[in-house]
């Protein structure tokens, strides 16, 4: 595809397979078109890593961020369980948000937590709110640790960040959907891998090794959850989609 910007005619055309369609540069569909290859030149340049919260490093997509919040806000998760903690940024967040509402807790899982960056989590402003649990995942032993640190009656959303190839992810989603609560969320992050797939930091197996594909084949073989990007609270604009690394991401329990 082959996207032209005239910035004096306003305009922004697309090229794609013979067929060409021209839009207004300062459309939906125009910013529609250059915010999914920002996306991927920004993935690239690896734009997420220059972001922190709290002081560590959260590696994330600042609009990703704050629609996440939004809907903690809304659920009010008892426990917020992720997968994944690499510098702890994401567990730094979910903690602020959770003492800022007056309850909750967050327990962080991975394979391998280096010790420089547990010791900068344990000793943060926030570590009463954070539990870590060192192993694989998907591993039963790791799962049913977790499982006992939830009480009955407890609130539960779940993000997946941790290893992102489908198959991983389709373990994880089997392993802790149970833990959701109804009308909270599993969610399984940075399924832009797919869109990813031809760029210089790309892999061709992206195309279909991806957290999206877990979710979809999820989702259909789960009725009791439905893929449903939760909808915003606020909206001046005719925006409809998010400028997002987690498309296909989120899993609501019904």
Do not use: C
């Not at 021209?22 to 890593?49: I, M, T």
């Not at 629609?67 to 659920?75: D, G, H, L, N, P």
């Not at 009010?76 to 992720?82: A, F, G, L, N, S």
């Not at 010791?119 to 640790?145: D, R, W």
Request: glycine share 6%; no cysteine.
């Amino acid at each position: 595809m082959k996207l032209i910007v005239d910035t004096e005619a306003k305009t922004l055309t697309e090229e794609e397979k013979g067929h060409v369609r021209q839009f207004d540069l300062y459309s939906k569909e125009a910013f529609e078109r250059l915010s999914r290859q920002w996306v991927r030149v920004g993935w690239n340049q690896k734009y997420p890593y220059t972001f922190s919260w709290m002081g560590r490093p959260i590696i994330q997509l600042p609009e990703d961020m704050i629609r996440t919040q939004e809907v903690i806000y809304r659920v009010k998760p008892d426990v917020v369980v992720e997968t994944g903690v690499a510098h702890g940024g994401s567990l730094i967040f979910y903690a602020s948000l959770l003492k800022a509402m007056g309850k909750g807790r967050v327990i962080g899982i991975d394979i391998e937590i280096r010790p420089r960056n547990r010791k900068a989590i344990e000793a943060h402003e926030l570590t009463e709110y954070i539990t870590l649990v060192e192993g694989s995942s998907a591993a039963p032993q790791t799962v049913n640790a977790v499982k006992k640190m939830i009480k009955p009656g407890e609130t539960v959303l779940v993000m997946l960040d941790s290893n992102h190839t489908k198959q991983h992810v389709a373990d994880e989603l089997a392993a802790y959907h149970d833990l959701v609560t109804a009308g909270s969320y599993i969610v399984a992050t940075d399924g832009i891998m797919k869109d990813l797939y031809d760029v210089p930091r790309g892999s061709p197996d992206w195309k279909w090794n991806n957290p999206t594909a877990a979710t979809a084949e999820f989702a259909q073989q789960h009725p009791d959850f439905e893929l449903a990007q939760p909808k915003r609270p606020f909206g001046e604009s005719d925006l409809t989609e998010n400028i997002t690394h987690w498309p296909g991401a989120w899993l609501r329990k019904k």
